[in-house]
């Protein structure tokens, strides 16, 4: 017998989306419900057995009024413009998804949960080539993701952006982020409405799975 129950474990894998729309902005997310999140999001394997990572929850009005700001301000017109350019190409579902982040970028400050991961960078070399960018990288989205599927076995939704990124500087300085840490996206975290979240549209896995060599 398998050691879990397949599925389940395959249903939370398939149906953890990005959650934008259905992130319902009036129900109080508990401090201990996220706190069991990210406690088993570390149990998720790090580089060189750092876990060099930090996470800062936002539950202040205030300070996510002013990351709300800085993240419009970092998306500009590029949520807007991706979704003509996807509505012109016929391609509907792209163009939900960017509706959806633009819905989330004027809404965002309504979530009431941001978490922002943070991942320790003082051991990197400057101008630091790929391998260690990868390293780094692999050292917290796991934990990441973990956090959020273990969000969505709890009936709450989330997703990772990093729109507020392309002003980092002003996130840093507004929630007093040490230089050695690096910032690595922003999660708007709340209860959902509805839970009936069902697999996207894929391509065949055939289409992108090639053994032994690469085969178009």
Known sequence: ?????????????????????????????????ILECLDISQQAPTGSNRQGWRWIIVTS???????????????????????????????????????????????????PVHVIPLIKVDHMAKNPPVTAWAGLMGSIMPAVWSFQLALRARGLGSTLTTLHLHNANE???LLCIPSEFMQVGL??????????????????IQNIVSWDQWQD
């Open 187 to 204: 999660l708007p975290v709340a209860y959902t409405i509805g839970k009936d979240f069902k697999p996207a549209k894929r391509p065949p």
């Open 1 to 33: 017998m398998p050691p879990f129950n397949l599925k389940e474990t395959d249903k939370l894998l398939t149906t953890t989306r990005a959650v934008r729309r259905r992130l319902d902005f009036k129900k109080p997310v508990p401090r201990e419900v």
């Open 171 to 173: 996130a840093q300085d």
């Open 61 to 111: 009005s205030e300070k996510r009024e002013a990351l709300a700001d800085i993240y419009r301000r970092g998306a500009g017109e590029y949520l807007v413009k991706s979704q003509d350019e996807a509505a012109a190409n016929g391609d509907n579902q792209t163009e939900r998804v960017y509706s959806s982040a633009q819905y989330l970028a004027e809404n965002l400050e309504k979530v």
